[in-house]
């Protein structure tokens, strides 16, 4: 029915009526709110207690006013009360855009309530509204909010496991309950009379593992410790203290005994190690030769990084199972360069002598010499038409194969080689087992543990990935196969970390007599060389000599004659020689070397390869009334040790030495030394780098190369250290370069090659350019293959 | 502090040759030496435990390296290397239980007087005075408790370790040389032997646990920095795996065709990783943890003339007296046991007010006064 006129009026009255009301209560409120407002204004410099009060109700009025929630916040941070601070913030951060400057007082203020989520949030904010600005004061507002977001996110991780301990201790709490309960009233403890300790089960606490923010798996902390717990047989220990009977003296020494060989028959005691001889093994070296012994029983891919010392680790196992017994014959495999290295360090550091393919019983008793007990031999050599039979025609209790990344193509004869061997023990040597691809690796394995990586095609499928012939998949699982049969220590593991070495290359213009020397020798050298029956070496050596010293040659020269070793025809040209000799009485390296020492307070080494060089030098440092030890390789011990003492004293501060100067001895205390002379092989430079740059070394390494203008020498330098600073390299790292070029042929032939082939200067000059452009290319590869294997190895090999 | 190998002379024989040649010479058997090796004629009990005849010959072999025992009768050769079972048959017999010994050490000279001066040399008092009262001639009673242990982990040590103890003052000696070398030394006939004092044991047992769980801290210290590297280096592989399962996971969702059902499994398995990762790295920390069992080889117990010195501590007008022992073994005054935790010491704090001697790890707050 329809509303009658009368009836409209009333309700529109009724309406207007309501509407006044609430107008009228809403201009009180707005009068009261501005009132209390005003107040609170007004009280906030005399009395803020009473000016939050007023604030806080006014708020009740208009809870979503600006002004009044940044007053409550004002007062509440001047009163110091965070909680209704807090309370400002969040109102406001609900109604307004927050400035930098309230987020960061907002973000402090959920920190010192521990809200670290919140907080993190409230960081990311800021750091977004500050993240263009070039203000200083916003720009350190900026460093403010990424600092407590990083904090805060360490809190979280804190706080998450704080919870996770405390519930596992709850839970421990109540499994102990529960066995208590369980236990029957009969069954008492045991009486013991040692105090019990824990099982690690009971140390040992989970390690929880967080999610963050974005839901992103993070890594537990990594400085957790793992737990160690002590058990004693106290029954043992007990019934022997209660013995009312005594054991006769030989029972007491027998038990010790059997418990000595006992221990030693767990491979934890090596016994190889009081055999050693001019050399202290580390304590990753033995550690990673326990390892081979107990773990891997004998078949390992021995790939620590460079310098750190594989052939010890290799000759600490072979050492132990030779002491042992457990091999009585066995087979060494290098390139042919490393045959006498090898050997070198079989003899001097272990004691034991062995042939090798570097002796000429190999070239003259053809198969048999193949029959020895243990050969150290050149792989060239062992897998040649004429070898390859009578090397694996018989079996050997170990095999070790050098730089076995020669080894990497199951199509090439070395890999086939090896293959072929019977062996029980096998130890394989490389710092750099993949080079290009994967399969190099697979290819290894499988001669130490074949079916360890399955079949080619299977290793293919499971674990590469297409495309990327050196990006494994199934990392995990790979890992684990892997970790059966490879060690790879790094510097981090060993904790080698020697301080850097820098090299001076001292050029010295020679004298016009020196000149002529150089020149008559050379010329000599090519004249002897033409003749078919001319020794090689001994001309090598006669112009490393000319390199040295006049003395050097002189000595040379004379031995020579007086051996009759000379022909006729060029006897008078060595007489000529050595009267030039006689005539040079003061040489220009000689005047560098007293400038040198003159501005030098430290203790230096001086390295000389003739003992024609080592004497000249001697009266020469007496004649300048410089106090110096000697020190060469016809000395007794105990006149090396008086030697090492007198330069280790303080009146000293000279070591006069031979390339074998100081080894075994330590010189870490000398971080200085000069080249008088220099080797033409690397290596030979490096052991005598070595000689200082070694664990122990605490301050950097200065080495004075001198060389005279225009020799040999000066070429090798040029090379070495200015293309590819080799001077500055890590031990060991030469070699590998090397390694790449130098196929069959030494380091020392190729430059003597360069040298005596070249017809003029120019042609020299091009040849050795040659070279180290070869050298550069090698060592560019050789880093590429580094990186490669480090990314691909990381730690995840280490003992 | 190691133990040596043993008490007899260095020969060119190896280790497993010589213990199998002591083994056989303990147990009766006479052995004659040979150029080549020696021959040993043995008890017919000792015959059939090792299942030998009785005559039987050690020779080197062909490299020295390789000796074997050659049975005549059985026309047959045993190796006796490590590792070979007629060897670790006699290791079995040796070590079946841990035999007590007793030894008397005869001393020529004692030293008598400059006590002052040895204490001063290897003591240290940081906040009392010592005075030397008086000195006695006194025999006194050391033990040796030669043990053998096992640390496992990922991987396994095995260790010996030798502790000595005054048994008067219950106070551990530090490198004294077990094997008496050198000193007149005398071994009496078995037969019985004066038991140990409970209350003596009871003082020195909580020692030796200390003792033995210190010594192995330091002689397993590698062995644990090696198994905490790759503990975590272990967790770290954990972790970057899960990563990248979640990851992997995360991505799949984006998959089209899925159902809310399995988008809502997914993502429940995506929650379970973290759990799953704790729970792993718990594993983990398991395998890692290092359980050492340690058992006594043996115990021998030295009774020796040493010097009794008695001395005064005084901290500011307080004072008390301390027994100290001149060992003429080690040539020095034993240490003194912390009143403590019972190391021993050179460094001695007396602490405030009571007096305890206190080690330096101790002294900040001593734990008997703590206990009350």
């Given at each position: 029915?329809?509303?009658?006129?009368?009836?409209?009026?009333?309700?529109?009255?009724?309406?207007?009526?309501?509407?006044?009301?609430?107008?009228?209560?809403?201009?009180?409120?707005?009068?009261?709110?501005?009132?209390?407002?005003?107040?609170?204004?007004?009280?906030?410099?005399?009395?803020?207690?009473?000016?939050?009060?007023?604030?806080?109700?006014?708020?009740?009025?208009?809870?979503?006013?600006?002004?009044?929630?940044?007053?409550?916040?004002?007062?509440?941070?001047?009163?110091?009360?965070?909680?209704?601070?807090?309370?400002?913030?969040?109102?406001?951060?609900?109604?307004?855009?927050?400035?930098?400057?309230?987020?960061?007082?907002?973000?402090?203020?959920?920190?010192?309530?521990?809200?670290?989520?919140?907080?993190?949030?409230?960081?990311?904010?800021?750091?977004?509204?500050?993240?263009?600005?070039?203000?200083?004061?916003?720009?350190?507002?900026?460093?403010?909010?990424?600092?407590?977001?990083?904090?805060?996110?360490?809190?979280?991780?804190?706080?998450?496991?704080?919870?996770?301990?405390?519930?596992?201790?709850?839970?421990?709490?109540?499994?102990?309950?529960?066995?208590?309960?369980?236990?029957?009233?009969?069954?008492?403890?045991?009486?013991?009379?040692?105090?019990?300790?824990?099982?690690?089960?009971?140390?040992?606490?989970?390690?929880?593992?967080?999610?963050?923010?974005?839901?992103?798996?993070?890594?537990?902390?990594?400085?957790?410790?793992?737990?160690?717990?002590?058990?004693?047989?106290?029954?043992?220990?007990?019934?022997?203290?209660?013995?009312?009977?005594?054991?006769?003296?030989?029972?007491?020494?027998?038990?010790?005994?059997?418990?000595?060989?006992?221990?030693?028959?767990?491979?934890?005691?090596?016994?190889?190690?009081?055999?050693?001889?001019?050399?202290?093994?580390?304590?990753?070296?033995?550690?990673?030769?326990?390892?081979?012994?107990?773990?891997?029983r004998g078949r390992a891919?021995?790939?620590?990084?460079?310098?750190?010392?594989?052939?010890?680790?290799a000759l600490?196992v072979f050492s132990e199972y030779y002491q042992r017994g457990m091999i009585k014959n066995g087979l060494i495999l290098t390139p042919t360069?490393l045959v006498?290295?090898w050997r070198?360090?079989l003899?001097?550091?272990f004691?034991l002598d062995f042939p090798t393919t570097d002796d000429p019983e190999y070239r003259t008793q053809g198969d048999k010499f193949w029959e020895a007990p243990f050969i150290v031999a050149s792989i060239n050599l062992a897998k040649s038409k004429k070898n390859f039979e009578a090397v694996t025609r018989r079996e050997y209790d170990i095999v070790i194969v050098d730089e076995a990344?020669h080894l990497?193509?199951r199509?090439t004869l070395n890999w086939k080689l090896v293959n072929a061997l019977k062996k029980k023990y096998l130890l394989m040597l490389?710092?750099?087992?993949?080079?290009?691809?994967?399969?190099?690796?697979?290819?290894l394995?499988t001669l130490l543990k074949p079916?360890?990586?399955?079949?080619?095609?299977?290793?293919?499928?499971?674990?590469?990935?297409?495309?990327?012939?050196?990006?494994?998949?199934?990392?995990?699982?790979?890992?684990?196969?892997?970790?059966?049969?490879?060690?790879?220590?790094?510097?981090?593991?060993?904790?080698?970390?020697?301080?850097?070495?820098?090299?001076?290359?001292?050029?010295?213009?020679?004298?016009?007599?020196?000149?002529?020397?150089?020149?008559?020798?050379?010329?000599?050298?090519?004249?002897?060389?033409?003749?078919?029956?001319?020794?090689?070496?001994?001309?090598?050596?006669?112009?490393?000599?000319?390199?040295?010293?006049?003395?050097?040659?002189?000595?040379?020269?004379?031995?020579?004659?007086?051996?009759?070793?000379?022909?006729?025809?060029?006897?008078?040209?060595?007489?000529?020689?050595?009267?030039?000799?006689?005539?040079?009485?003061?040489?220009?390296?000689?005047?560098?070397?007293?400038?040198?020492?003159?501005?030098?307070?430290?203790?230096?080494?001086?390295?000389?390869?003739?003992?024609?060089?080592?004497?000249?030098?001697?009266?020469?440092?007496?004649?300048?009334?410089?106090?110096?030890?000697?020190?060469?390789?016809?000395?007794?011990?105990?006149?090396?040790?008086?030697?090492?003492?007198?330069?280790?004293?303080?009146?000293?501060?000279?070591?006069?030495?031979?390339?074998?100067?100081?080894?075994?001895?330590?010189?870490?205390?000398?971080?200085?030394?000069?080249?008088?002379?220099?080797?033409?092989?690397?290596?030979?430079?490096?052991?005598?780098?070595?000689?200082?740059?070694?664990?122990?070394?605490?301050?950097?390494?200065?080495?004075?190369?001198?060389?005279?203008?225009?020799?040999?020498?000066?070429?090798?330098?040029?090379?070495?250290?200015?293309?590819?600073?080799?001077?500055?390299?890590?031990?060991?790292?030469?070699?590998?370069?090397?390694?790449?070029?130098?196929?069959?042929?030494?380091?020392?032939?190729?430059?003597?090659?360069?040298?005596?082939?070249?017809?003029?200067?120019?042609?020299?000059?091009?040849?050795?350019?040659?070279?180290?452009?070869?050298?550069?290319?090698?060592?560019?590869?050789?880093?590429?293959?580094?990186?490669?294997?480090?990314?691909?190895?990381?730690?995840?090999?280490?003992? | 502090?190691?133990?040596?190998?043993?008490?007899?002379?260095?020969?060119?024989?190896?280790?497993?040759?010589?213990?199998?040649?002591?083994?056989?010479?303990?147990?009766?058997?006479?052995?004659?030496?040979?150029?080549?090796?020696?021959?040993?004629?043995?008890?017919?009990?000792?015959?059939?435990?090792?299942?030998?005849?009785?005559?039987?010959?050690?020779?080197?072999g062909a490299d020295a390296r390789t000796?074997a025992?050659?049975?005549?009768?059985?026309?047959?050769s045993?190796p006796?290397g490590?590792?070979?079972?007629?060897?670790?048959?006699?290791?079995?017999?040796?070590?079946?239980?841990?035999?007590?010994?007793?030894?008397?050490?005869?001393?020529?000279?004692?030293?008598?007087?400059?006590?002052?001066?040895?204490?001063?040399?290897?003591?240290?008092?940081?906040?009392?005075?010592?005075?030397?009262?008086?000195?006695?001639?006194?025999?006194?009673?050391?033990?040796?408790?030669?043990?053998?242990?096992?640390?496992?982990?990922?991987?396994?040590?095995?260790?010996?370790?030798?502790?000595?103890?005054?048994?008067?003052?219950?106070?551990?000696?530090?490198?004294?040389?077990?094997?008496?070398?050198?000193?007149?030394?005398?071994?009496?006939?078995?037969?019985?032997?004066?038991?140990?004092?409970?209350?003596?044991?009871?003082?020195?047992?909580?020692?030796?646990?200390?003792?033995?769980?210190?010594?192995?801290?330091?002689?397993?210290?590698?062995?644990?920095?090696?198994?905490?590297?790759?503990?975590?280096?272990?967790?770290?592989?954990?972790?970057?795996?899960?990563?990248?399962?979640?990851?992997?996971?995360?991505?799949?969702?984006?998959?089209?065709?899925?159902?809310?059902?399995?988008?809502?499994?997914?993502?429940?398995?995506?929650?379970?990783?973290?759990?799953?990762?704790?729970?792993?790295?718990?594993?983990?920390?398991?395998?890692?943890?290092?359980?050492?069992?340690?058992?006594?080889?043996?115990?021998?117990?030295?009774?020796?003339?040493?010097?009794?010195?008695?001395?005064?501590?005084?901290?500011?007008?307080?004072?008390?007296?301390?027994?100290?022992?001149?060992?003429?073994?080690?040539?020095?005054?034993?240490?003194?046991?912390?009143?403590?935790?019972?190391?021993?010491?050179?460094?001695?704090?007396?602490?405030?007010?009571?007096?305890?001697?206190?080690?330096?790890?101790?002294?900040?707050?001593?734990?008997?006064?703590?206990?009350?």
């Amino acid at each position: 029915m329809a509303k009658t006129k009368e009836q409209k009026r009333k309700q529109k009255r009724k309406e207007r009526l309501k509407e006044r009301l609430s107008q009228h209560t809403r201009e009180s409120r707005e009068e009261r709110f501005a009132f209390l407002l005003n107040e609170a204004k007004w009280f906030s410099r005399t009395n803020p207690e009473k000016a939050l009060e007023r604030v806080q109700r006014s708020l009740k009025l208009f809870p979503d006013d600006e002004d009044a929630i940044g007053l409550m916040g004002l007062l509440a941070g001047h009163l110091n009360k965070p909680e209704i601070e807090m309370q400002a913030f969040e109102r406001l951060d609900k109604i307004v855009e927050l400035t930098p400057d309230q987020l960061e007082r907002y973000l402090r203020l959920l920190y010192g309530q521990k809200r670290y989520r919140e907080a993190i949030a409230i960081a990311e904010r800021g750091i977004e509204k500050t993240k263009d600005s070039t203000d200083p004061q916003t720009k350190n507002l900026k460093t403010f909010f990424s600092r407590m977001k990083d904090y805060a996110g360490f809190q979280i991780d804190e706080k998450s496991e704080q919870k996770t301990a405390e519930k596992k201790a709850i839970e421990k709490k109540d499994l102990l309950k529960k066995e208590k309960a369980k236990k029957s009233p009969a069954e008492k403890p045991e009486k013991a009379t040692l105090p019990e300790r824990p099982e690690n089960e009971d140390t040992a606490e989970a390690v929880p593992a967080e999610e963050n923010r974005e839901g992103k798996v993070k890594a537990p902390r990594r400085d957790i410790d793992i737990p160690v717990s002590v058990k004693i047989d106290t029954r043992g220990l007990e019934a022997t203290l209660s013995e009312q009977l005594q054991s006769p003296p030989e029972a007491y020494w027998l038990a010790l005994e059997a418990y000595q060989v006992r221990l030693n028959e767990t491979f934890d005691r090596l016994i190889c190690l009081s055999g050693l001889t001019n050399v202290a093994s580390l304590w990753y070296q033995e550690e990673t030769a326990k390892k081979i012994l107990k773990r891997f029983r004998g078949r390992a891919l021995l790939a620590d990084e460079v310098g750190l010392g594989k052939t010890i680790e290799a000759l600490l196992v072979f050492s132990e199972y030779y002491q042992r017994g457990m091999i009585k014959n066995g087979l060494i495999l290098t390139p042919t360069p490393l045959v006498s290295q090898w050997r070198g360090e079989l003899a001097s550091k272990f004691g034991l002598d062995f042939p090798t393919t570097d002796d000429p019983e190999y070239r003259t008793q053809g198969d048999k010499f193949w029959e020895a007990p243990f050969i150290v031999a050149s792989i060239n050599l062992a897998k040649s038409k004429k070898n390859f039979e009578a090397v694996t025609r018989r079996e050997y209790d170990i095999v070790i194969v050098d730089e076995a990344h020669h080894l990497k193509n199951r199509t090439t004869l070395n890999w086939k080689l090896v293959n072929a061997l019977k062996k029980k023990y096998l130890l394989m040597l490389s710092a750099t087992p993949v080079e290009n691809n994967l399969m190099e690796l697979y290819n290894l394995i499988t001669l130490l543990k074949p079916g360890q990586l399955k079949t080619a095609s299977a290793f293919k499928e499971e674990f590469m990935t297409r495309g990327d012939p050196t990006d494994p998949q199934n990392r995990e699982k790979l890992r684990s196969l892997l970790g059966e049969v490879m060690i790879r220590n790094t510097r981090a593991v060993a904790k080698v970390d020697l301080p850097p070495r820098f090299a001076h290359t001292l050029r010295v213009d020679p004298t016009k007599e020196e000149q002529a020397l150089y020149q008559s020798i050379e010329a000599l050298i090519r004249e002897m060389g033409k003749r078919k029956t001319a020794n090689r070496l001994l001309l090598k050596n006669l112009l490393a000599e000319a390199g040295s010293s006049p003395r050097a040659v002189q000595l040379a020269l004379q031995r020579r004659l007086e051996n009759r070793e000379v022909p006729k025809a060029e006897e008078k040209k060595i007489k000529d020689i050595l009267d030039i000799c006689a005539g040079i009485k003061k040489t220009r390296k000689n005047r560098m070397l007293l400038d040198l020492l003159k501005g030098n307070p430290d203790k230096i080494i001086i390295f000389v390869k003739y003992l024609g060089t080592l004497e000249h030098l001697s009266g020469f440092l007496e004649e300048n009334r410089k106090p110096y030890a000697i020190f060469h390789g016809s000395m007794s011990n105990a006149e090396k040790d008086a030697q090492v003492e007198r330069f280790t004293g303080e009146d000293v501060h000279i070591l006069l030495t031979t390339e074998i100067g100081g080894e075994g001895r330590n010189l870490q205390f000398c971080n200085k030394m000069i080249n008088y002379d220099l080797p033409w092989n690397p290596m030979k430079i490096e052991q005598r780098i070595g000689r200082i740059h070694r664990i122990g070394q605490e301050k950097e390494v200065t080495i004075f190369n001198f060389c005279g203008a225009g020799s040999i020498e000066d070429y090798i330098l040029e090379i070495l250290d200015k293309k590819i600073n080799m001077f500055e390299m890590v031990i060991g790292e030469i070699d590998m370069i090397l390694g790449r070029i130098r196929g069959e042929q030494d380091f020392s032939d190729m430059v003597y090659e360069i040298w005596m082939d070249a017809e003029s200067d120019e042609d020299r000059k091009t040849g050795f350019d040659r070279l180290a452009s070869r050298l550069k290319r090698s060592k560019s590869s050789y880093l590429k293959t580094r990186e490669l294997d480090d990314k691909l190895f990381e730690d995840s090999y280490e003992i | 502090m190691r133990s040596e190998a043993s008490n007899t002379p260095e020969t060119d024989e190896s280790l497993p040759t010589q213990f199998a040649r002591h083994f056989l010479e303990t147990h009766g058997a006479v052995v004659e030496e040979k150029p080549e090796g020696w021959d040993a004629l043995l008890p017919g009990e000792l015959a059939r435990q090792l299942d030998l005849s009785e005559l039987v010959s050690a020779r080197r072999g062909a490299d020295a390296r390789t000796p074997a025992i050659h049975l005549p009768e059985k026309d047959r050769s045993l190796p006796i290397g490590y590792g070979s079972p007629l060897v670790e048959k006699m290791i079995g017999l040796a070590s079946d239980r841990a035999p007590l010994t007793t030894c008397r050490v005869r001393i020529d000279y004692l030293k008598k007087a400059g006590f002052d001066k040895s204490i001063a040399d290897v003591f240290s008092f940081p906040n009392s005075l010592p005075t030397v009262q008086s000195t006695a001639e006194a025999k006194t009673e050391y033990i040796v408790f030669n043990c053998w242990y096992q640390a496992q982990s990922d991987e396994q040590q095995e260790g010996m370790l030798d502790l000595v103890f005054n048994l008067e003052t219950a106070a551990p000696i530090f490198e004294m040389d077990v094997t008496l070398t050198g000193l007149d030394r005398t071994f009496p006939s078995p037969g019985a032997v004066s038991s140990l004092d409970p209350k003596i044991l009871n003082r020195l047992l909580p020692k030796l646990q200390k003792a033995l769980e210190d010594n192995i801290a330091a002689e397993i210290a590698d062995f644990r920095e090696r198994m905490k590297r790759r503990y975590q280096r272990d967790i770290r592989h954990l972790a970057e795996y899960y990563e990248s399962l979640r990851q992997e996971m995360e991505k799949s969702l984006q998959r089209p065709g899925l159902t809310e059902a399995s988008i809502a499994d997914r993502k429940e398995k995506i929650a379970l990783i973290p759990d799953e990762l704790a729970r792993k790295t718990h594993d983990l920390l398991k395998k890692y943890s290092i359980r050492t069992d340690v058992r006594p080889c043996a115990v021998l117990r030295i009774l020796t003339p040493a010097v009794k010195i008695l001395i005064k501590l005084t901290k500011g007008k307080r004072e008390r007296s301390a027994t100290l022992f001149y060992n003429p073994i080690t040539k020095t005054v034993d240490p003194l046991s912390c009143e403590g935790c019972g190391a021993g010491t050179y460094r001695v704090w007396l602490c405030d007010p009571h007096l305890h001697i206190l080690c330096p790890g101790c002294r900040r707050d001593c734990p008997v006064c703590r206990k009350g």
